[in-house]
T-cell receptor
Framework: AQKITQTQPGMFVQEKEAVTLDCTYD???????LFWYKQPSSGEMIFLIY??????QNATEGRYSLNFQKARKSANLVISASQLGDSAMYFC???????????????FGKGTLLTVNP | NAGVTQTPKFQVLKTGQSMTLQCAQD?????MSWYRQDPGMGLRLIHY???????DQGEVPNGYNVSRSTTEDFPLRLLSAAPSQTSVYFC?????????????FGPGTRLTVL
């Protein structure tokens, strides 16, 4: 079973509008972390935002916010006021904190390709 | 700080050749890891290290070797390149500790095996 599921292979949004990128996860751990990374066409991986499983408030970083619904095991990324430069691949990832070696790696979803239209 | 650096940026190999992808970080991070990225697959862990002298396998270790003789360096060796190893390779590092420590990625190495 996939640990991280991103169901939207591609998304389109108009410039200046908000967009939500979906991410659901599967874990039996109580303590874990959820990350979003952006990968533009140039290829580098850019960290966007982090949410800990015990964090009571949703994480925010500028125009990025993470809609964390723990009971539903979802961690959707919301980008407000989209810009042309937001066009990129977006990856959701999880780090679990117990169980032989799992603390040392991120498990990634397959990504969502976001295109921002002018 | 240079962060995480990788060399080379691009490489073309013939089947059966061997080579080493270099990775270095100057942030004194304990954890280092290698991922490969294939279309539609996200990133998958190849090998990782929790400190100098300590390495372990990830999800897709076959055909790759690693060693960690210093905190700074974590080279990835392809023993006998195969077309299935055509991919983009990312090295990453982070501080030890809980789930929240950010993982920093290098710029990637694009490898083609003919």
């Amino acid at each position: 079973a996939q640990k991280i599921t991103q169901t939207q292979p591609g998304m389109f949004v108009q410039e200046k509008e908000a967009v939500t990128l979906d991410c659901t996860y599967d874990t039996s751990d109580q303590s874990y972390g959820l990350f979003w990374y952006k990968q533009p066409s140039s290829g580098e991986m850019i960290f966007l935002i982090y949410q800990g499983s015990y964090d009571e408030q949703n994480a925010t970083e500028g125009r990025y916010s993470l809609n964390f619904q723990k009971a539903r095991k979802s961690a959707n990324l919301v980008i407000s006021a989209s810009q042309l430069g937001d066009s990129a691949m977006y990856f959701c990832a999880m780090r679990e904190t117990k169980g032989g070696g799992s603390n040392y790696k991120l498990t990634f979803g397959k990504g969502t390709l976001l295109t921002v239209n002018p | 700080n240079a962060g995480v650096t990788q060399t080379p940026k691009f490489q073309v190999l013939k089947t059966g050749q061997s080579m080493t992808l270099q990775c270095a970080q100057d942030m004194n991070h304990e954890y280092m890891s290698w991922y490969r990225q294939d279309p539609g697959m996200g990133l998958r862990l190849i090998h990782y290290s929790v400190g100098a002298g300590i390495t372990d396998q990830g999800e897709v270790p076959n055909g790759y070797n690693v060693s960690r003789s210093t905190t700074e360096d974590f080279p990835l060796r392809l023993l006998s390149a195969a077309p299935s190893q055509t991919s983009v390779y990312f090295c990453a590092s982070r501080l030890a500790g809980g789930a929240g420590n950010e993982q920093f990625f290098g710029p990637g190495t694009r490898l083609t095996v003919l």
